[in-house]
C-alpha cells in the first residue's frame, strides 16, 4: 500500500534531558506562533505561543525563541518526561485581515522520552 | 468539562453516504474552526466563523463539504457524498481573540473512515 506521510522528524531523550524541538517557517507575515503537543488519538494541545516582535518567552518548563531573520522557531522543553512524549508541531498566524487566526502547521516531530 | 466537544469521535461509513460532525466550542468563544488531518500531517485549515458568520473557506473544502454555525454556538461540518480521500481526522477549534492575541484550543477530533 501507499506509504502515508510517516516521515516527520524524531528526537529521542532520556528522562530528565532537556529538548529543543525546530520549526522553520516561510511567511515573514505572520504575526505570531503558536506551539501545539499531539498524543496519539487526540486533538492538538496549546503548550506556548509567541508574538512577532518578541524573541523569547518562557512558560511552566518549557521556552520558545524566535529568530525572525533565518524564520526560525524553537520548543526548549526542560527536564523531559515520560508524558512529553508526543507529536510537537509549530503553527503560524498571519497577519491581519479575515485570515487572521487562522493556522497553519508546520511538519510536526515526534518527540520520545525514554525512561 | 468546560473544552471543546465532538461528537461523534469515529464514524465508519460507505463511499457515497453523506457525514455530519458536530462540534460544541469552549462557552463564550466567538470564533469556531474546522481543521482536517491525514496521518503524519500537521492539521488543515478549512474554514471558520466569528459568531455564526462563516468569514473563511478553504479551496480544500470542496462543495461536498458544507459548514454551519446557525446561532454562533454549536458547529456543523457535513460531507456529502463521501470520497475515499475524504477519510481523515475532522478537528475543531474555537477561541476569543483579545488584542494581539488568539489562542485556538482543539477539541478531540472526529476520526472518519470511508470504505
Known amino acids: 500500500g501507499e506509504s502515508v506521510g510517516l516521515h516527520l522528524p524524531t528526537l529521542s531523550v532520556q528522562e530528565g534531558d532537556n529538548s529543543i524541538i525546530n520549526c522553520a517557517y516561510s511567511n515573514s507575515a505572520s504575526d505570531y506562533f503558536i506551539w501545539y503537543k499531539q498524543e496519539s488519538g487526540k486533538g492538538p494541545q496549546f503548550i506556548i505561543d509567541?508574538?512577532?516582535?518578541?524573541d523569547k518567552r518562557q512558560g511552566q518548563r518549557v521556552t520558545v525563541l524566535l529568530n525572525k531573520t533565518v524564520k526560525h522557531l524553537s520548543l526548549q522543553i526542560a527536564a523531559t518526561q515520560p508524558g512529553d512524549s508526543a507529536v510537537y508541531f509549530c503553527a503560524e498566524v498571519p497577519r491581519g485581515g479575515t485570515s487572521y487566526g487562522k493556522l497553519t502547521f508546520g511538519q510536526g516531530t515526534i518527540l520520545t522520552v525514554h525512561p | 468539562d468546560t473544552g471543546v466537544s465532538q461528537d461523534p469521535r469515529h464514524k465508519i461509513t460507505k463511499r457515497g453516504q453523506n457525514v455530519t460532525f458536530r462540534c460544541d466550542p469552549i462557552s463564550e468563544h466567538n470564533r469556531l474552526y474546522w481543521y482536517r488531518q491525514t496521518l503524519g500531517q500537521g492539521p488543515e485549515f478549512l474554514t471558520y466563523f466569528q459568531n455564526e458568520a462563516q468569514l473563511e473557506k478553504s479551496r480544500l473544502l470542496s462543495d461536498r463539504f458544507s459548514a454551519e454555525r446557525p446561532k454562533g454556538s454549536f458547529s456543523t461540518l457535513e460531507i456529502q457524498r463521501t470520497e475515499q480521500g475524504d477519510s481523515a481526522m475532522y478537528l475543531c477549534a474555537s477561541s476569543f481573540p483579545s488584542p494581539g492575541w488568539e489562542t485556538q484550543y482543539f477539541g478531540p477530533g472526529t476520526r472518519l473512515l470511508v470504505l
Open positions: 509567541i508574538r512577532s516582535n518578541m
